[in-house]
Nanobody, 127 residues
Framework: QVPLVESGGGSVQAGGSLNLSCTAS???????????MGWFRQVPGKEREGVTF???????TYADSVQGRFTISRDNTKKTLYLQMNNLKPEDTAMYYC??????????????????WGQGTQVTVSS
């Protein structure tokens, strides 16, 4: 298991912004840079949703629900993943989990089982 430590969650009003961070302390910088990283989120009673993923070189994909509002980025030298969330909506309220690819694949997978998981950070958006 690779330690993934998230931070930056909190409570904001609709329209506000938050920036999540995730540090992968268990990887070397080179090893980290080869891995897809991403964010899932989960609301109690609902299935987990893949929010966004980023390849080592920086190519990213987004769920339709966050496209244009969220931006994923990474600093491979710091082994840190970021999620800038703008124009937040109440429906963005969830536990957000940082994930790191278990095995290097040709493209980032959207399957939960293909990733190591962090402990999660709560994001709450009030209307």
């Amino acid at each position: 298991q690779v330690p993934l430590v998230e931070s930056g969650g909190g409570s904001v009003q609709a329209g506000g912004s938050l920036n999540l961070s995730c540090t992968a302390s268990g990887y070397s910088s080179v090893y980290y840079s080869q891995r897809c990283m991403g964010w899932f989120r989960q609301v109690p009673g609902k299935e987990r949703e893949g929010v966004t993923f980023i390849e080592g070189a920086g190519s990213a994909t987004y769920a339709d629900s966050v496209q244009g509002r969220f931006t994923i980025s990474r600093d491979n030298t710091k082994k840190t993943l970021y999620l800038q969330m703008n124009n937040l909506k109440p429906e963005d309220t969830a536990m957000y989990y940082c994930v790191a690819e278990r095995t290097i694949l040709d493209r980032c997978s959207g399957a939960e089982e293909d990733y190591h998981w962090g402990q999660g950070t709560q994001v709450t958006v009030s209307s």
